[in-house]
């Protein structure tokens, strides 16, 4: 994935010769690696899951969703743990520094992709076991209130004004986003409680042999995919940052360079 | 089956939308800037 | 701190008693909302009358979106958010004087808006105490949520769109809970709103904290 997008030529910020170096893109040999790593991982899972592994005596077939779903659901809620975090140590005064920024809005977005994925997923399995779309069960209810909340978030950092007020402001919705999520959780289980339990967490998990094995692997899979993911789109939030800061006397350096060069 | 193949279809398709996107947002951006300025 | 916020409470207070904006929109606004629900459920009086707990709350989160756009549109124009920043205000003062007088227009088109649920959705009030206890909870939990994004959406272009999108998902649980502790006093449910009302106290609690905590930080650069 890292090698095969054609450069773009549309709408690109006005720069100096674009030399084609080995880094003019946001990856390096560390996300080539990862992006093998994660490619190699997610076509192990699918073969794993689609292939390999037997289909289950209660689920029939549709137990091979569970090779996707609830890994996409985990890395969701890693990612907006992380933006949490971030958002933290941008807001604590000793640690503040642009990158916990750039790192927050990344993870955020990447957990909005992660978290809307895992309602679609959720969608298709609820529609093959239980027969509809959707259902008001907590769990469901909880991701989908999950998403508005950092849709939101994405919104607000979307706005103007200087970096900093930005940054500030977006911190704080994070964490205020972050801080309802235990009263959410409540709120919904004693409102509605349908979903099954934690298939690997319970003591005694009643999925054996490929059927472990594929979910377990599923979870690294898609874990490195979100790594592979966030790495890049730091890099880019990091470019954006300094592009619009920079961008405008990058331009004119740039013209001026063409003036004396005639 | 079909909905296990609509669900694998759906990530599939999703993430790569999405990294693509990402990538190549990266490439217009990352030429603007000398690569030892690109700040990570 | 306490000072401050009844300062500016009664200055927000005062501003709403004398533009009459709560009175002369917002309230006729709530009711509208009320005899739309009407239209939407077909005027079935059974159904109304089993729904109302939450279309009441529906209609009550919807005021007090516009309460709080309400309340910091006063500040935008001629400079008053710089005033109020230089006036040497302890923010937290601030936060709970803003969050107040929210509460208060809010508290008053509750009243309203319960009248109009008896009136037109035909609701027996049967447990009164419980009722005024969890609006009084949930208002306080509203408001406090209200105003922290309110600052934080305050003076952006997008504000008007962005306040919703941003304030609606939060208040979900207060939505919930005051809900279905409103089906239990009114007799539509089992059991007692007890652990609901617990909900929604957690809920302005820890909203009411941040704001406190964290306004000074938001007003800064809003």
């Known amino acids: ?262 | 089956m079909s909905y296990v193949w609509m669900g694998y279809a759906v990530t599939a398709v999703g993430l790569a939308l999405y990294a693509v996107r990402t990538v190549r947002r990266g490439r217009q951006l990352a030429r603007s800037f000398p690569p030892e300025e690109h700040g990570w | 701190m306490w000072r401050d916020a009844l300062l500016v409470a009664g200055k927000d207070l005062r501003i709403e008693a004398r533009s009459r904006v709560a009175t002369n929109q917002v309230a006729p606004y709530a009711l509208v909302v009320l005899l739309l629900f009407g239209f939407a459920f077909d005027a079935d009086r059974e159904l109304l009358t089993r729904a109302a707990p939450g279309l009441y709350w529906v209609a009550v989160l919807l005021c007090s979106l516009l309460a709080v756009q309400r309340s910091f549109a006063l500040e935008a124009a001629d400079g008053a958010r710089d005033g109020l920043r230089l006036a040497g205000l302890d923010p937290a003062g601030i936060f709970l004087g803003k969050a107040a007088a929210v509460a208060v227009v809010l508290a008053g088109l509750e009243v309203l808006l319960g009248g109009g649920i008896v009136v037109l959705y035909g609701t027996g009030v049967h447990h009164p105490l419980t009722l005024v206890v969890t609006a009084l909870a949930a208002t306080a939990g509203l408001a406090a949520a209200g105003v922290v994004y309110g600052i934080m959406a305050a003076g952006l272009r997008v504000r008007e769109t962005l306040l919703p999108l941003l304030v609606l998902p939060v208040v979900a649980p207060v939505l919930l809970a005051a809900t279905q502790a409103w089906r239990s006093a009114l007799g539509l449910a089992p059991g007692d709103g007890g652990r609901w009302l617990g909900l929604l106290a957690a809920f302005a609690a820890i909203y009411l904290t941040l704001g406190v905590l964290g306004f000074g930080t938001l007003l800064e650069d809003a």
């Open chain 1, 1 to 262: 994935m890292t090698t095969t997008t054609a450069p773009a030529t549309v709408g690109t910020p006005p720069a100096g010769p674009a030399a084609p170096t080995a880094r003019s893109s946001t990856g390096d040999r560390t996300t080539r690696l990862l992006g093998v790593a994660a490619l190699a991982l997610l076509a192990a899972t699918a073969w794993l899951g689609l292939v390999v592994s037997p289909p289950d005596v209660t689920q029939g077939q549709l137990v091979r969703l569970i090779y996707v779903h609830p890994a996409l659901a985990t890395c969701c809620y890693l990612a907006f743990g992380l933006c949490a975090l971030a958002s933290a140590a941008w807001l604590w005064p000793t640690t503040r520094a642009r990158r916990w920024d750039a790192l927050a809005g990344a993870a955020g977005e990447v957990g909005v992709v992660l978290c809307g994925l895992t309602l679609a997923t959720g969608s298709i399995w609820g529609r093959g076991s239980w027969g509809v779309w959707w259902t008001w069960d907590a769990r469901l209810t909880l991701t989908a209130l999950l998403f508005a909340v950092f849709v939101g978030y994405l919104g607000l950092r979307r706005t103007g004004g200087t970096s900093e007020a930005r940054a500030r402001r977006a911190a704080v919705a994070a964490l205020l986003g972050a801080a309802v999520v235990p009263l959410d959780h409540e709120a919904t289980n004693w409102w509605r409680t349908l979903h099954q339990g934690n298939t690997l967490l319970t003591s005694s998990p009643h999925i054996h042999g490929w059927q472990l094995l594929t979910m377990a692997l599923s979870f690294v899979a898609f874990v490195v995919t979100g790594a592979w993911l966030l790495v890049h789109r730091y890099r880019v939030e990091l470019l954006e940052d300094r592009y619009e800061t920079d961008g405008l006397r990058a331009a004119l350096a740039a013209r001026r360079a063409e003036g004396s060069a005639r």
